[in-house]
Antibody
Framework: EVQLLESGGGLVQPGGSLRLSCAASGFTFSSYAMTWVRQAPGRGLEWVSDMSGSGDATYYADSVKGRFTISRDNSKNTLYLQMNSLRGEDTAVYYC?????????????????WGQGTLVTVSS | DIQLTQSPSSLSASVGDRVTITCRASQTIRTFLNWYQQKPGKAPSLLIHSASTLQSGVPSRFSGSGSGTDFTLTISSLEADDSATYYCQQTYQTLPCTFGQGTKLEI
């Protein structure tokens, strides 16, 4: 069974940093692009970042570009999201999700499955 | 960015009803359109990809159709377990891929 388990969320002050992790199991992790999607409280879904299966391609939403860094360790089957210079508008549940194939930012793509999410709260 | 507009934003229906949710794109997205279901406090789950392909394990009462700019998600006979928020997503333009604002279905 494919499983994704996020961790690392919590309360952080504006301007602070946090690193999220997503532990994957049940599939060949290095063969699939991975994605971070976030959902602010009571709001809809917002794509944050993609990384290809090999890790050689990364993409970011404009809202996080220059502040967030996606990475992966295929030997540990783990995806990461390093979040710096955090703002109040970054407060959200962050989900990792598995892509359809190896390439990130592919038109023929969908996210399945998703992890259970980890809550990031940015507040003083 | 491609905008996706779902209608209605919310609806109330009864067990056994047939329900249709619409997703309209601001430009053509061919059939690069996915549907997700999100229950309260849970992660989204994939229902349909590529506009009309039912994801494995999803009940056959769910179906999707459309191409270009107009798409529909239909639930043929509502069950109580279908109470959730439904999101469409386009991946035609990948950077960024975008989601509709959601349709909250109450039963």
């Amino acid at each position: 069974e494919v499983q994704l388990l996020e961790s690392g969320g919590g309360l952080v002050q504006p301007g602070g940093s946090l690193r999220l992790s997503c532990a994957a199991s049940g599939f060949t992790f290095s063969s699939y692009a991975m994605t971070w999607v976030r959902q602010a409280p009571g709001r809809g879904l917002e794509w944050v970042s993609d990384m290809s299966g090999s890790g050689d391609a990364t993409y970011y939403a404009d809202s996080v570009k220059g502040r967030f860094t996606i990475s992966r360790d295929n030997s540990k089957n783990t995806l990461y999201l390093q979040m710096n210079s955090l703002r109040g508008e970054d407060t959200a549940v962050y989900y990792c999700a598995k892509g359809r194939g190896l390439a990130a930012a592919d038109s023929l793509n969908w996210f399945d499955p998703w992890g259970q999410g980890t809550l990031v709260t940015v507040s003083s | 960015d491609i905008q996706l507009t779902q209608s209605p934003s919310s609806l109330s229906a009864s067990v056994g009803d047939r329900v249709t949710i619409t997703c309209r794109a601001s430009q053509t997205i061919r059939t690069f359109l996915n549907w997700y279901q999100q229950k309260p406090g849970k992660a989204p789950s994939l229902l349909i990809h590529s506009a009309s392909t039912l994801q494995s394990g999803v009940p056959s009462r769910f179906s999707g159709s459309g191409s270009g700019t107009d798409f529909t998600l239909t639930i043929s006979s509502l069950e109580a377990d279908d109470s959730a928020t439904y999101y469409c997503q386009q991946t035609y333009q990948t950077l960024p891929c975008t989601f509709g604002q959601g349709t909250k279905l109450e039963i």
